[in-house]
């Protein structure tokens, strides 16, 4: 039988284990992505999500978002202990994480749910060539 204190340090370990954090995928986790269709994802909306374009450009013109040019070697620098990968998969899934300095938090915050894994992976790849 549960006592009450019991009851709420089951509650904890429960919300604490579906807690958006405790099981998030990685880029590991995704197919292999392909530069040349991330390169035609970038330009669309897909599933009623804004096109990546219309904040971010391919140059180092800053834009809503900053410009991507060089984000393939960026990437890399950002966060400590994040391959240039993880950070651009956890830019695209959870783009509240790491913010540029500059910049505040205005990109589209649900393409985890709106794109597949290959988009996401293709968008990756597309990304990484810039």
């Known amino acids: 039988m549960f006592n009450k204190l019991t009851l709420f340090g089951f509650l904890a370990l429960v919300l604490v284990a579906c807690s958006s954090d405790a099981a998030q995928t990685t880029v590991n986790d995704l197919p292999s992505g392909d530069a040349a269709r991330g390169a035609a994802l970038f330009t669309q909306a897909i599933n009623g999500t804004p096109a990546c374009e219309t904040c971010h450009n391919t140059t180092t013109v800053k ?16 966060v400590e202990g ?16 790491f913010l540029v300095s500059g910049f505040s938090n205005l990109m589209y915050n649900d393409y985890v749910n ?14 990484l060539t810039l």
């Open 63 to 78: 834009n809503v978002g900053p410009g991507l040019e060089g984000l393939g070697t960026r990437a890399a620098d950002r």
């Open 82 to 97: 994040e391959s240039a990968g993880d950070y651009l998969y956890n830019s695209i899934t959870r783009p509240s994480r």
């Open 114 to 127: 709106q794109l597949q894994p290959q988009q996401i992976a293709d968008l990756i790849a597309y990304l």
